[in-house]
């Protein structure tokens, strides 16, 4: 790889970061807080996907799926 090329590449670099800082020194965002947001997403995806879901013939498709209210099909 020529000098050329790699000087290009190192100033395309330090651009990109440096483009990247200011976007977050503008919009303000705490690294702490999206991480936190991105948690507490997770956490409610697997809570939601580890749910038991109960069926049974007298069920309806409007229920939630639970003991008292089962569904009529999956």
């Known amino acids: 790889m020529s000098k050329k090329m790699k000087s290009i590449m ?3 670099s330090l ?8 976007i977050y020194f503008m ?3 705490d ?4 991480i936190d947001s991105v948690t507490e997403q997770s ?3 697997s809570e939601t996907l580890a ?3 109960y069926v049974s013939p007298q069920g ?3 229920n939630l799926g639970t003991r008292n209210a089962p569904l009529a099909s999956i």
């Open 43 to 45: 956490e409610a995806v």
């Open 60 to 62: 309806k498709d409007t």
């Open 10 to 12: 190192m100033w395309t």
């Open 15 to 22: 651009l990109i970061l440096l483009s990247a800082g200011a």
């Open 27 to 29: 919009t303000g965002i």
């Open 31 to 34: 690294a702490n807080d999206a």
């Open 51 to 53: 749910m038991d879901y």
